[in-house]
């Protein structure tokens, strides 16, 4: 199992950004995939998560209607549309299987002025 993130930089408060990971060595489209993020001195917490077949998703209460989830499963590819973005959405933002327990590398969003 590989995941391999990018999309990470830095952004301006009320900015946005799209994450995306590939995933390869598995059959992508059967299982559920998440991304979960670490800000500094924090433990990691789960931002969302997009199950398939089918899509359904579940999200953090602090990136409701903030942060979009999607995959594409021709693609091997899961997004992270996130926008209004916070100086606190500031972290490693991680793609992960859960099923295999499999983390990506991560990659940084740094939200600042």
């Known amino acids: 199992v590989q995941l391999v993130e990018s999309g990470g930089g830095l952004v301006q408060p009320g900015g946005s950004v799209r994450l995306s990971c590939t995933a390869s060595?598995?059959?992508?489209?059967?299982?559920?995939m998440s991304w979960y993020r670490q800000a500094p001195g924090k433990e990691r917490e789960l931002v969302a998560a997009i199950s398939s077949p089918g899509g359904s998703t579940n999200y953090a209460d602090s990136v409701k209607g903030r942060f979009t989830i999607s995959r594409d499963n021709a693609k091997n590819t899961v997004y992270l549309q996130m926008n209004s973005l916070k100086p606190e959405d500031t972290a490693v933002y991680y793609c992960?299987?859960?099923?295999?327990?499999?983390w990506g590398q991560g990659t940084q969003v740094t939200v600042s002025s």
């Open positions: 992960v299987a859960p099923i295999f327990g499999s």
């Open positions: 060595g598995f059959t992508f489209s059967s299982y559920t």
